[in-house]
């Protein structure tokens, strides 16, 4: 059971890193984006275009979301840094409160669902497969780990924090109710913030020292 639980914090950056779909924008979608923004549509047929793209949105959100809460297993595997630890802490932190906050949203909103399926297949199987291969890169006795670690964990969640941001500022900017437009904006603040600490921990203690060089 500890080795399941493992592989999954070893999955969740790389899988979150792998970034978002994109919000169903264009008419011109390929068939296979095309046929999942339909079934998503049958499932919410209540919704209009504008609502259904959005809930779109807050289904990424969500998902992603309940990824972060579980990142604080990666903890158990081979991080060493105090400095890595608490910024795990924090975005698994994150990642839970801000689950709890989108299942409160659904259920206040009947126009907002988080139950909605965006992702084409293939780009599922992209991301499973990414997340596999560098599970066994890093698997517990036989993998990497140390600083090399540390550093590629890092890299993957400033790449899915970046993602979900932006994720959250091109919402914002297509959210008409102003009470979820705040929550939007708010989002995507914390996020701003545990993007900033992130590379900035990388910049510091991973690619430079206080001489401009790159490290080891």
Request: hydrophobic share 40%; glycine share 6%; with cysteine.
């Amino acid at each position: 059971m500890i080795w399941k639980l493992l592989l999954t914090a070893l999955l969740v950056p790389v899988m979150f890193a792998a970034g978002c779909a994109n919000l169903r924008t264009n008419p011109k979608s390929p068939p296979e984006t095309a046929a999942k923004a339909e079934a998503d549509g049958e499932k919410a047929p209540e919704l209009s275009e504008q609502r259904l793209m959005l809930s779109e949105g807050y289904s990424l959100l969500y998902r992603d979301a309940s990824n972060l809460d579980l990142v604080g297993l990666i903890l158990y595997v081979k991080v060493e840094s105090d400095e890595v630890d608490e910024i795990v802490t924090a975005i698994a932190k994150f990642g839970g409160e801000l689950k709890h906050d989108l299942e409160r949203i659904a259920k206040d909103y009947p126009g907002v669902r988080i139950d909605l399926d965006p992702l084409p297949e293939m780009e599922k199987r992209k991301r499973l497969a990414l997340g596999k291969d560098r599970a066994r890169y890093f698997a517990p006795i036989i993998g990497h780990g140390g600083r090399e670690y540390e550093r590629t964990v890092l890299i993957s969640f400033s790449n899915g924090i970046n993602h979900e941001r932006h994720l959250c500022h091109v919402m914002a900017e297509e959210e008409p109710d102003a009470g979820l437009k705040k929550f939007l904006m708010e989002t995507e603040e914390r996020y701003n913030g545990l993007y900033d600490r992130t590379v900035a921990l990388l910049e510091k203690e991973y690619f430079k020292n206080p001489s401009g060089q790159t490290k080891d």
